[in-house]
């Protein structure tokens, strides 16, 4: 929750912005497409100034860019603005630089935009500490249709929960 400052918390003290890359694998592919249907809704969010979120200019420099990066190889080039910066606009020592639009967050600013909308849609939230997601189920009377987010970081060891690019995500379905 926004106002929420646990230092075990991540979401009020990091920043967050997207960057491209170049996805060559099943896992980089996957992840990828991930953030890219982020980077779609965020093109809407940042609409509402409110919100925290803003478009900005984003470079990539590299002193030894790797043979996919250098060859846009897998969709790193499939963001709005990409170009391949010229040599002469390089810092020093880099041999290879790029520029495109990417979006960045205030973390504070979001969260308490997104609890705000979310609150005026009817989503109700719910703060307990439990040992296992299953805990969750007779505390609600849920239907077996509810939707559940799991913020509980690696997620009671739960298989659905898994590590992407460093950040455990699950979103389950009860049935």
């Not at 969010?45 to 990066?69: H, M």
Request: with cysteine; net charge negative; glycine share 6%.
């Amino acid at each position: 929750m926004p106002r929420h400052r646990s230092l075990d918390y991540t979401s009020p003290w990091a920043g967050a912005i997207y960057r491209p890359w170049p996805a060559i694998d099943d896992q980089s592919k996957y992840e990828a497409d991930l953030a890219r249907t982020s980077y779609a809704a965020f093109k809407e969010i940042a609409l509402d100034s409110s919100s925290g979120v803003r478009f900005v200019d984003g470079f990539d420099y590299f002193e030894n860019p790797s043979e996919p990066y250098k060859t846009l190889a897998g969709g790193y080039s499939d963001i709005d603005d990409f170009t391949v910066l010229d040599e002469s606009l390089l810092p020093p020592g880099v041999s290879f630089g790029t520029k495109y639009k990417t979006w960045c967050l205030n973390p504070p600013v979001y969260l308490q935009w997104l609890e705000r909308n979310l609150v005026l849609k009817g989503v109700r939230f719910v703060r307990r500490r439990l040992n296992s997601a299953v805990e969750v189920f007779p505390l609600f009377n849920l239907e077996p249709t509810a939707i559940i987010v799991n913020c509980s970081g690696m997620g009671f060891c739960d298989p659905a929960v898994f590590p992407t690019r460093g950040k455990p995500i699950c979103i389950c379905q009860c049935i």
